[in-house]
């Protein structure tokens, strides 16, 4: 049981990745917080799960991500550990790419991290632990995913310069970047029909040395061993769950 009566809260944990994770918590004994823009969906999550809370709240909304930090404050004191999973998806080419839509992902996936990280500072301490959900898409060049990876790129530079700064404090900052996943996230790309995601799909398991898809539970098995003590003397890391994609090439 490596997080018996550990405070854990999940931002984006109310599908995919984040609700796997957050299960994943709750069965080594974590008392957790996670978070959605679903109000159904989260709490068919929070019911699932032993132990805990849903809140709704949107990312990209800094002060709605604050109130919940305040929440998780007023119910149980502190965060030992925080997994920051919210993000979206959007293809587009270059001539394709809007100032809305842009501005749309960026909030999310990387505005909306960067801050959901320092608001959950206020409560944490020695010992602490956080882990960020970055992507394969910051590091490889796919058509169409200029603005996808321009915030993914973003946020994983972000959080290598925040882990250094944290070391001193005792809390470690580590990502991980996962490769293809069968996740609901897969299937919510604006500008991509159905058959655009099944080719993208084939594309990619064709290119994946094990040749399949991931899984969410297998991302969450990375998140928690990075959040754990059994990776106390890793920080700063960027842990690639991609069934060989990159480290193979």
């Known amino acids: 049981m490596r997080f018996k009566d550990k405070v854990v809260l999940v931002l984006g944990g109310n599908s995919g990745m984040g609700l796997a994770a957050a299960k994943a918590f709750a069965a080594e004994g974590a008392r957790v917080h996670l978070t959605g823009r679903n109000r159904e969906t989260i709490d068919q999550a929070a019911a699932a799960i032993p132990r805990s809370t849903g809140h709704q709240s949107d990312i990209a909304d800094v002060g709605s991500t604050e109130e919940v930090v305040a929440q998780v404050e007023a119910a149980d004191g502190r965060i030992d550990v925080l997994y920051v999973n919210a993000g979206v998806g959007g293809f587009a080419p270059l001539r394709g790419i809007t100032e809305a839509d842009w501005d749309h992902v960026h909030s999310i996936n990387l505005k909306g991290c960067v801050f959901a990280v320092q608001k959950a500072l206020r409560i944490m301490g020695k010992g602490g632990s956080i882990v960020v959900t970055g992507s394969i898409g910051a590091h490889g060049a796919i058509e169409g995913n200029g603005t996808y990876s321009a915030a993914k790129a973003g946020l994983h530079m972000a959080m290598k310069v925040f882990a250094k700064e944290l070391v001193a404090e005792g809390i470690r900052l580590n990502m991980v970047s996962p490769g293809p996943i069968e996740t609901p996230l897969l299937y919510r790309n ?21 040749h399949r898809m991931g899984t969410s539970e297998e991302v969450a098995k990375a998140v928690l061993f990075l959040a754990s003590e059994d990776a106390s003397f890793i920080t700063g890391a960027n842990l690639f769950v991609d069934g060989g994609l990159l480290e193979l090439r």
């Open 190 to 210: 604006p500008g991509m029909s159905d058959a655009d995601v099944e080719k993208l799909k084939e594309m990619m398991i064709e290119n994946i040395p094990m």
